[in-house]
């Protein structure tokens, strides 16, 4: 009971405070030459629609409809590291929320499960739209640059609400690697990846996912 009460209570205040950090921010600050990080908290409003489009078309398309796992997506990544491949990504929005709060970046078995942890608490616990505000706030989308308000700014000189569909698919399209693929120096890479969010975005548009996520989940 301790152990839930310990790990629950930060969840609970965090479904109405911003953080002032994240686990990730602090830790990639310690291990880099950076002495700090940019991050700026913007609430829901200010956010916009095409940032929280663009995410989930590209990091996971069933966000409105899980209960923090993608349960198909896990299971071929826990086949192909039993076939001595790497653990490939498989994390939802909230996973990727649970780890950037509370954890660090390594891909062992045992961050995996501390992270699917935080995920169960977090859904209980949150709203879809509270969840989906946290990640546009503290993802990262280059060296140090945390959330959507800063990288709007630094970026494109813009407001979240300001930023068009391609601005906000070009910021997604870096989210598995912000340190490895760069907004400001796309690469074909990132160009095709961008094009292929585009069109995705589209599709959510016409599912009204973002209607049903503000009218999902805990709290909601």
Do not use: C
């Not at 921010?25 to 913007?42: G, K, P, V």
């Not at 640059?145 to 800063?150: H, L, R």
Request: charged fraction near 20%; glycine fraction near 6%.
């Amino acid at each position: 009971m301790g152990f839930l009460l310990v790990t629950w209570l930060p969840v609970v205040l965090l479904r109405w405070f911003e953080p002032p950090a994240t686990a990730f921010m602090l830790l990639q600050t310690q291990e880099s030459d950076r002495s700090t990080f940019r991050y700026r908290w913007a609430d829901w409003p200010e956010l916009g629609s095409s940032a929280a489009l663009a995410v989930i078309a590209a990091e996971d398309q069933k966000f409105p409809e899980h209960y923090g796992f993608d349960v198909v997506a896990i299971q071929d990544a826990v086949l192909d590291r039993l076939d001595g491949k790497s653990l490939r990504g498989a994390s939802t929005i909230t996973q990727q929320v649970a780890k950037n709060l509370f954890l660090w970046p390594d891909q062992s078995f045992l961050r995996k499960g501390i992270e699917a942890y935080f995920s169960v608490i977090i859904e209980l616990t949150w709203s879809k739209k509270r969840i989906l505000e946290m990640y546009l706030n503290i993802a990262e989308f280059g060296p140090g640059i945390y959330g959507i308000p800063e990288a709007s700014r630094i970026y494109f000189g813009k407001t979240p609400r300001q930023l068009t569909d391609a601005d906000a698919a070009l910021l997604a399209a870096v989210l598995p690697n912000p340190n490895r693929f760069h907004v400001n120096q796309p690469s074909e890479h990132v160009r095709e990846r961008q094009r292929w969010i585009l069109q995705h975005m589209g599709k959510l548009k016409r599912y009204g996912w973002l209607n049903l996520i503000e009218g999902k989940g805990a709290g909601a």
